[in-house]
């Protein structure tokens, strides 16, 4: 069994990302891991380089700075990535998502259980959204709680939208989420751990590909309800990115007014805490 990382970065050292974190997270569960590396002005290629490992094959792309349309450049940019890769199975992480050590075991052992299973097409993962601090973390259907992060490479298989899902193509015309076990292991996401201001400076430079205008980021804006504290234990590969010593909750505007958004999400978890449901969007069909 052959397994191929991929991934696609842009500037991802100025915009605060812990992409050589997440990177170095993957390799031991690959055999080779394709970086899609785009034209930035940092230092985000030779710092990838700087980890010399022989499994990293480097892309270098250039993006098509008229893709204004809801983020779809970032698709492109993804199955550039995914189109490289040579395993049995394509294993997606983003600059920000990392794979705790723990996981790696119950990966590979997924990956090998399902590899001739013709009904399973990919594998799930949960997600923890860290928000504010790595001791918080999001749950609300606003956050997606699992993903597809690995998918067998031998279907017509490709990000239609904005580089966040696979879909597998059915025809020339019609596509369809892939079929997927639980991997049994979880995705760290810490985009939302970053300091507001490389936050910020990230959706100003990105704004302009989804056609929409830039609000400066306050993370204190959002609804109490959905934040929880965090009792587990990080990646170790998060040490040193991780601020030493936060020990509480973040803690929002305890004035926030509530969005229209927000309202309606706090209806949908009233209604999943009194049915024990799950309704949050699931871009698979579950079928073990």
């Not at 400066?216 to 991780?242: C, F, N, S």
């Not at 020990?247 to 999400?265: G, I, M, Q, W």
Request: hydrophobic share 35%; aromatic share 12%.
């Amino acid at each position: 069994m052959k397994v191929s990382g991929f991934t696609f970065l842009r500037n991802a050292h100025m915009l605060g990302y812990p992409f050589i974190e997440s990177i170095q997270s993957a390799l031991p569960l690959c055999d080779e891991f394709i970086i899609n590396i785009g034209n930035s002005v940092d230092d985000t290629l030779e710092m990838v380089e700087a980890i010399d490992d022989l499994r990293i094959k480097i892309i270098h792309s250039q993006w098509n700075e008229n893709m204004k349309t809801k983020g779809f450049v970032y698709a492109q940019q993804t199955n550039i990535a995914l189109f490289n890769c040579n395993g049995d199975w394509a294993f997606y992480l983003q600059g920000d998502e990392v794979i705790h050590e723990e996981d790696i075991p119950r990966i590979k052992e997924s990956m090998q259980k399902h590899l001739d299973d013709e009904k399973v097409e990919a594998l799930v993962f949960d997600y923890i959204h860290f928000y504010g601090n790595h001791m918080t973390y999001a749950w609300s259907p606003a956050w997606y709680r699992r993903e597809c992060r690995a998918i067998k490479n031998n279907k017509r298989i490709f990000f239609p939208s904005d580089g966040q899902f696979f879909v597998v193509l059915q025809s020339n015309r019609k596509a369809r989420y892939p079929r997927a076990a639980h991997s049994n292991a979880k995705i760290y996401h810490y985009g939302w751990v970053r300091s507001e201001e490389k936050m910020d400076e990230k959706l100003r430079k990105v704004v302009r590909y989804w056609g929409g205008n830039h609000k400066k980021v306050d993370y204190t804006q959002i609804d109490p309800k959905v934040l929880r504290k965090y009792k587990g234990t990080h990646p170790a590969i998060m040490k040193e990115w991780l601020p030493q010593g936060m020990t509480s909750v973040f803690r929002a505007y305890p004035d926030h007014v509530l969005t229209k958004r927000e309202k309606k999400h706090r209806l949908v978890m009233s209604i999943e805490k009194i049915f024990g449901l799950d309704l949050s969007k699931k871009h698979f069909k579950l079928v073990t």
